[in-house]
């Protein structure tokens, strides 16, 4: 199975990186590196990790010319190398050449849809971009010259050369030549359609096709049912004299996989849980907005209105409201456009003598939001019910509030600015940028949260991010708020009224409890 909260196993054919073993890994490594850097409770995640499996598995024979690897920022002991890598939303794809330096040298690669040949073919384009530091492992990629050809094997010891005649836009040739580079006694070149003299010496008519050189002088086209990578591949492992060298398909290293199994919290699906809200609180504050080593511009401004509207409706503890006051107070007072998180950060964790211990835990406690495996529900449970509730607390404080897009406002500026699950912000922007401001009063801005929230509910029943024992329903059910159901021709239709009335009572400071706080 998968070690807690990860989504990749130490059977896949990808290195499992840790805190530990990351920055020895990647850097100063005579091998290039790609990393998946994502977070377990991230959906989009869950729903790129057989992408990414399976493209491991694809490509484990290029290693050691380039390696795969994953590192779970979700998981506490990585979350600051995290923010070294510079990672502020998942997935976040980094190649780092082979000899990188430093953890800035990583270059993000941008993930198109989820096709596996994209991907292998960006990992080709950034070999190529090595100068002077090509990963030792790894063959000449470039086309070959007729001078090259001719003088092969006098140049190399091997017996076989294997020539795949290509257009320029074609990865094949690249493909088969990383595909047999653990073996030896064998060597592949690309040569392009353009390289008249070699077309016409060996009688080339098709792109692709494919010749192979013995050192002995004679040559044969390669006999395949379909010019296509497997087929070349399979033909040159199977070469009398070919055999597998000394590099080992990609394993992880020596990996101490720390268990620690969370015990199963009991919880009501009728209650709120105050250990949900602040946990939601210390990973928006101390691990979503901590990702920015400096905030600058649109950030800032999402910071000072999520605090801002934290601090008018959070119904919290008392040394929490007064926590959150007190965070407040000092961003309305940074005149500064860019703040240090290294300055924010001290105001987070300042404690006075004689208070409380630490303001907010260091540390997340699920219980209402408690998943039947630890990378399922979690953090984007915890901001959804925190979100409802403070539209739910505003429309209680009217007097308070600056109108009725204030709560509303700030969730989407968070998301925009800090939520790490980059494919949830952009929906639910779309979602924002569509209707939010139609909004006209408080009540609206409530119901307008819980339907959308069930629009994404609805979009992502019975995906891979659909905890088992949690399935995405329509909220609230018939046996939570009866009177919220009805039947008209037929068809269900919600009683808003009764609607907005479950939910000023199910998130008032009432229905909130304290099971599991410390
Ligand atoms: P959640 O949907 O997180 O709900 C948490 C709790 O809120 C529920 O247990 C229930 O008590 C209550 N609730 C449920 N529905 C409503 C409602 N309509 N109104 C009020 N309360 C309700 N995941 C993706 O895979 N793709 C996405 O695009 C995506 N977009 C997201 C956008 C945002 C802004 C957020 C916060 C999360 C997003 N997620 C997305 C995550 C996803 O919505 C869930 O949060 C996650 O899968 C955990 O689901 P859950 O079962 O814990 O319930």
Known sequence: GAPPGGLYSPGDPLVLLQVDTLESSVLNSSSAWLVEFYASWCGHCVHFAPTWRALAADIQEWSPAVNLGVLDCADIANQKMC???????????????????????????????????????????????????????????????????????????????????????????????????????????RVLSSEEELVKKYGVTAFPSSFLLIKNGTFSRIPVQMEARSFYTHFLRRLPGVTRGPYAPTRAPDMQIKTTPTPRRAADRSKVYMADLESALHYALRVEVAR?????????????????????????????????????????????????????????????????????????????CQGSEPHFRGYPCSLWTLFHLLTVQATRHRRLGTGPLEVLGAMRGYVRSFFGCREC??????????????????????????????????????????????????????????????????????????????????????????????
């Open 83 to 189: 923010g070294k890598f510079g990672i502020t939303g998942f997935p976040t794809l980094k190649f780092f050449k082979a000899f990188s330096k430093s953890p800035e040298d990583g270059m993000k690669i941008f993930h198109p849809g989820d096709s596996i040949q994209n991907l292998r073919q960006s990992i080709i384009t950034n070999l190529e971009m090595h100068k002077e530091t090509w990963p030792p492992a790894c063959p000449p990629l470039e086309p070959a010259s007729v001078e090259e050809i001719h003088g092969f094997f006098q140049t190399n010891n091997v017996t076989y050369l294997a020539l795949i005649f290509e257009t320029s836009d074609s990865f094949l040739g690249r493909e088969v030549t990383l595909d047999m580079l653990q073996y030896e006694n064998v060597a592949v070149r």
């Open 292 to 368: 920015f080593s400096v905030l600058t511009g649109e950030r800032v401004r999402a910071l000072k209105d999520f605090v801002a509207v934290l601090a008018k409706y959070f119904p919290g503890r008392p040394f929490v409201r007064n926590f959150l006051r007190s965070v407040d107070r000092w961003l309305r007072n940074v005149r500064e456009s860019s703040i240090p998180y290294s300055a924010l950060e001290l105001v987070l964790t300042n404690r006075k003598e004689g208070q409380a211990p630490a303001v907010l835990s260091n540390n997340v406690t699920w219980v209402g």
């Open 425 to 518: 912000a952009q929906h639910f922007e779309g979602m924002a940028a569509e209707s939010m401001d139609k909004v006209r009063r408080v009540d609206e801005a409530a119901l307008w949260l819980w339907s959308r929230h069930n629009r994404v509910n609805a979009r992502l029943a019975g995906t891979e991010t659909e905890d088992p024992q949690f399935p995405k329903l329509q909220w609230p059910p018939p046996e939570l708020c009866p009177p919220c159901h009805g039947v008209v021709n037929r068809r269900h239709v919600w009683d808003e009224v009764a609607v907005l009335r479950f939910l000023k009572a199910h998130f008032s400071p009432a229905n909130i409890f304290l099971d599991y706080t410390e």
